[in-house]
């Protein structure tokens, strides 16, 4: 059985598709699409054209579940409409336009979604997970077990640019009150310090979008494959993204949807590492939907869902859509088909009399003389028109 999880976050709108059965889930698709929605914010509440732009874009995603064969979609929604002032007419909205029910989780769900998502990583000395969103940040010991022991926070790189940046990087003196904001919203928060965790994993779109700049920027020709952030190369990094000349072309090259944003977590990753001391950092490409899909199939988190119609019903919708081939086969032995459908149903009235035009193309000219010269001479000029018709309707 298919399975989809669609996730509006605050600067983007994501999906996974998933095949499940008795013994794993495996995920066969994802896609992302840029869509901030703080954008379209007005006093707190999402305009009109938001949502409008919103559903859009579900009913884009919903297309492509079905063109996948899924059978059951979950529609989630985490920091990027908890705080919105007009949640339930969104949501309204959204399952009126999409049929896709809304399914808004709070900030202790998703940090549990991204630690179950990433169990995998508890076998590595003393892990962390960190997702660094636009309106949140969760941070995660794989060494505890409940959703209570979770950590969320209420703000994201969102808040901290429109709070202390005034261009696209923060300045020197933007970049030491941001430390100073972050670092008293985690002391409040009783995080541990140096000595607690050893490795930290990066989860999330940022967390992958900052690898992949990092890759281009350290170029290390002995990766393994193994998707690793040596601390190093990372300072360094930090301190070209704040202050390189060439620093946009990297994030344009890399994560073109993450321009505004990227200074600010690299800023916050920095500080994080420093804090927990830690000298591996991973990146994981699990998150939050695949964690919420697994407690889902699990029984242990509910959620509303909309159901696709039977495989069976619309098998062959799909194969309609990838280039017709049944009739393209068909038609190569009936050219005239295409020439019938572009008007010419006087010269077929015409011809009543003489049925000859077939007999003509069978071979049988002594015969068709004597009726008339007519279905002899437009009969070729049929063959010629047919491809003409082709080629059109591709």
């Known amino acids: 059985m298919k399975y989809s999880v669609i996730d509006i976050s605050s600067s983007s709108i994501s999906m996974i598709v998933a095949a499940a059965d008795a013994d794993k889930t495996e995920v066969v698709f994802k896609e992302r699409a840029s869509l901030s929605l703080v954008h379209y914010l007005e006093e707190g509440a999402l305009s009109a054209r938001g949502t409008e732009k919103l559903t859009e874009m579900l009913l884009r995603f919903k297309e492509t579940g079905a063109e996948l064969g899924v059978e059951r979609c979950y529609l989630i929604a985490t920091a990027a409409l908890r705080h919105v002032k007009n949640y339930d007419e969104v949501a309204a909205q959204v399952l009126a336009q999409t ?3 809304v399914n808004l989780i709070d900030g ?7 630690y179950v998502a990433n169990l995998y990583y508890k076998s ?3 892990p962390v997970l960190i997702d660094l969103g636009g309106k949140s940040i969760e941070i995660c010991d794989l060494a505890k077990n409940s959703k209570e022991e979770m950590m ?7 808040d901290l640019y429109r709070k202390f940046v005034s261009n696209i990087y923060p300045d020197e003196k933007e970049a030491k009150d941001i430390r100073r904001f972050v670092r008293e919203k985690f002391d409040d928060a009783d995080l541990p310090g140096e000595g607690v965790y050893s490795t930290a994993v990066l989860v999330g779109a940022t967390g992958n979008a900052m690898y992949d700049i990092y890759a281009d920027f350290a170029d290390d020709s002995s990766a393994t494959g193994a998707r690793v952030i040596r601390r190093k190369k990372f300072k ?3 301190r070209h993204l704040l202050t390189g000349e060439d620093r946009s072309r990297l994030v344009l090259n890399n994560a073109p949807e993450k321009l505004y944003l990227i200074g600010s977590a690299a800023i916050v990753l920095k500080l994080l590492f420093k804090r927990f001391g830690v000298e591996n950092v991973l990146v994981s490409e699990r998150g939050v939907k695949e964690g919420y899909l ?11 869902f909309y159901a696709f119609p039977k495989a069976e019903e619309g098998a ?14 068909e038609t190569k032995e009936a050219p005239a088909k295409p020439a019938a459908k572009r008007g010419r149903p006087k010269k077929a009235e015409e011809t009543k009399e003489t049925p000859a035009k077939p007999a003509a193309k069978r071979g049988r000219p002594k015969k068709a003389a004597p009726a008339a010269e007519a279905p002899v001479t437009e009969a070729p000029a049929a063959e010629a028109a047919a491809p003409e018709g082709a080629e059109g309707k591709e």
Do not use: I
């Open 316 to 329: 062959e919708k799909p194969a309609a859509k990838r280039g017709r081939p049944k009739k393209a086969e």
């Open 294 to 304: 697994q407690l889902v199939l699990e029984g242990r988190e509910e959620g509303a």
């Open 124 to 126: 590595f000395e003393r």
């Open 236 to 238: 360094k990094l930090v």
């Open 99 to 101: 049929g896709l029910p």
């Open 152 to 158: 969320c926070f209420s703000f994201g790189l969102l």
């Open 108 to 114: 202790a769900t998703e940090a549990y979604c991204d």
